[in-house]
Every structure is written in structure tokens, then in C-alpha cells.
Nanobody
Framework: QVQLVESGGGLVQPGGSLRLSCTVSGRFSIYSAGWYRQVPGKQRERVAT???????KYEDSVKGRFSVSRDNAKNLMYLQMNSLRPEDTAVYYC??????????????WGQGTQVTVAS
């Protein structure tokens, strides 16, 4: 079992950058992991995932702007967000889980961190 805590959210202007961190307790290295986001009134949506050995995958809406990475030795995961847009405003959640037949299934979630993109 793992526990996850996000940090690094805040207010940023359109076109700006922000880096989210996810601090993980437990055997993080054996898990796939990911970032999701949610806007009030909408379903939580996947942003990016990364396998235990570092293979990344992104949703089309963030491809080329966001980058997910992990440091298994330090039990950390990051989401570097560049060229931010107002529509990126959301609560961002990190999670850990496993891939089943190629599909990522989160099992553990953090509490979320707010990202607001506005001028």
C-alpha cells in the first residue's frame, strides 16, 4: 500500500509553467503512476501516466506541453506543465496503480492540489 501527497499547485498566468510534485510513501518503484485532473461538475480525467520503468503516455490535450517523470530512489513523481492555458485549471491528483492488459488502473490517490491558470 502507498500514500501520496501532491504539492506545487497555485496560480499562474496563461503561457506560464508550473511543476507539481507527488511524494509517495511505500514501495513506489513497483507501481505504475499517473496524474489526473478534475474540474467541478466534470468527470476526473487522465492527464499522463508513467510505468514503473519510465514509459510515459499523455492525453492529446496536454501532449507536447506536459511532461511526467519519476524518481524511484526518492519516491517522487513530477508533472512539469508548460504553456499553460486557462482550460488547464483544475484540481490535479497523483495516483499509483498497475497496468492490466495495457490499461492503467489507479489504486491509490492523493488529496489533490489546485492549479489555476488566469491573468
Amino acid at each position: 500500500q502507498v500514500q501520496l501527497v501532491e504539492s506545487g499547485g497555485g496560480l499562474v498566468q496563461p503561457g506560464g509553467s508550473l511543476r507539481l510534485s507527488c511524494t509517495v510513501s511505500g514501495r513506489f518503484s513497483i507501481y505504475s503512476a499517473g496524474w489526473y485532473r478534475q474540474v467541478p461538475g466534470k468527470q476526473r480525467e487522465r492527464v499522463a501516466t508513467i510505468t514503473a520503468d519510465g514509459k510515459e503516455k499523455y492525453e492529446d490535450s496536454v501532449k507536447g506541453r506536459f511532461s511526467v517523470s519519476r524518481d524511484n530512489a526518492k519516491n517522487l513523481m513530477y508533472l512539469q506543465m508548460n504553456s499553460l492555458r486557462p482550460e488547464d485549471t483544475a484540481v490535479y491528483y497523483c495516483n499509483a496503480g498497475r497496468h492490466y492488459y495495457g490499461a492503467y488502473m489507479p489504486d491509490y490517490w492523493g488529496q489533490g492540489t489546485q492549479v489555476t491558470v488566469a491573468s
